[in-house]
């Protein structure tokens, strides 16, 4: 860059605004991934918890309804009587510019959409079991798919800022010594004529 800048004050003064520009957006870079790492970390930490607790709320889930089966036979025409649950809305949030999926799920009704006289505790011991699990498997998806988000973003920030640091601000520095340089090296120079010139004219005033 320095050998294709021309040494003028004005280039030096663009070069200065371009490394102090550049230095900022590395800074900003810096405090955004610093904030999504936060950020990513918390999840991560959910997600553990998530994961540990959520085989054993399908175990509870699948033994409430294989004993539901026992007591009362195979309750599939129940099952079928349960209406399909829409009550699942996703949204997103953005954290520092990354968008994140928001799953918000509706909690259970006061009414059973079954009749008591036709089941037994078994039943509803089910029926809310598998209710946690449409829960914690909401907020598995929406905790595992915001990590994922956030491992891109993280990326892409530090590649961004990685650029900066290693790249384009070494190569301004470098163009504005090489400036610098230059315009130190021309001033040198034209004080030293301007003292040659001094003293040739001192030199003819005293022989005259």
Do not use: H, W
Request: glycine content about 4%; some cysteine; charged content about 30%.
């Amino acid at each position: 860059m320095a050998d294709q800048v021309f040494p003028t004050k004005g280039n030096l003064l663009r070069i200065k605004k371009s490394l102090q520009l550049a230095r900022t957006g590395y800074e900003l870079l810096d405090r955004k991934r610093n904030v999504l790492i936060r950020e990513l970390m918390s999840l991560v930490n959910e997600a553990k918890q998530l994961r540990s607790s959520i085989a054993e709320t399908y175990k509870d889930a699948y033994l409430a309804l294989q004993r539901a089966n026992i007591t009362m036979g195979l309750i599939s025409r129940t099952a079928e009587g349960v209406p399909l649950d829409y009550g699942v809305e996703v949204s997103t949030r953005s954290v520092m510019g990354c968008e994140m999926p928001q799953i918000t799920t509706q909690p259970l009704s006061g009414d059973v959409p079954f009749g008591f006289g036709n089941t037994d505790e078994n039943v509803d011991i089910a029926y809310i079991a598998f209710n946690k699990v449409k829960l914690q498997t909401a907020r598995l998806a929406e905790v595992d798919t915001s990590v994922f988000r956030l491992a891109g973003a993280i990326k892409k920030t530090q590649t961004r800022a990685n650029a900066l640091k290693n790249i384009v601000i070494p190569r301004y520095e470098v163009t504005c010594r090489f400036i610098s340089d230059s315009l130190e090296e021309k001033e040198r120079e034209e004080f030293s004529r301007q003292k040659v010139i001094k003293r040739q004219k001192e030199k003819r005033y005293t022989v005259s």
